[in-house]
């Protein structure tokens, strides 16, 4: 078993950044991705970043592509998201993602709100 809490998430003007993090425990050894993804209200949860913990390759969504940046200093360190140019559509409940070779684990969200 794998939990992930998250943490950093809050109210932000227009063209402010957040950091949001990570901080995973369990069997960490058995995770082969981790990552963020995001829900706004009506909408589908999409994926924001993640990283492929064997060989460090990191995706990121089209809408968040040069702005927002996914790391981690070590295998048991919190996994962050750097968040810069906030715009009012990134406004979403941010969850923390991880995923072993058979299962999926879910943080309890945080909310990021961008305000004009």
């Known amino acids: 078993q794998v939990q992930l809490v998250e943490s950093g998430g809050g109210l932000v003007q227009s063209g402010g950044s957040l950091r949001l993090s990570c901080a995973a425990s369990g069997s960490l050894d058995s995770i082969d991705v981790m990552g963020w993804y995001r829900q706004a209200p009506g909408k589908e949860r999409d994926m924001v970043a993640r990283l492929i913990t064997k060989g460090g390759i990191i995706h990121y969504g089209r809408s968040v592509k040069g702005r927002f940046t996914i790391s981690r200093d070590n295998p048991k360190s919190p996994v962050f998201l750097q968040m810069n140019s906030l715009m009012p559509e990134d406004t979403a409940v941010y969850y923390c993602?991880?995923?072993?070779?058979?299962?999926?684990?879910w943080g309890q969200g945080t909310q990021v709100t961008v305000s004009l």
């Open positions: 993602h991880a995923a072993s070779q058979w299962n999926n684990y």
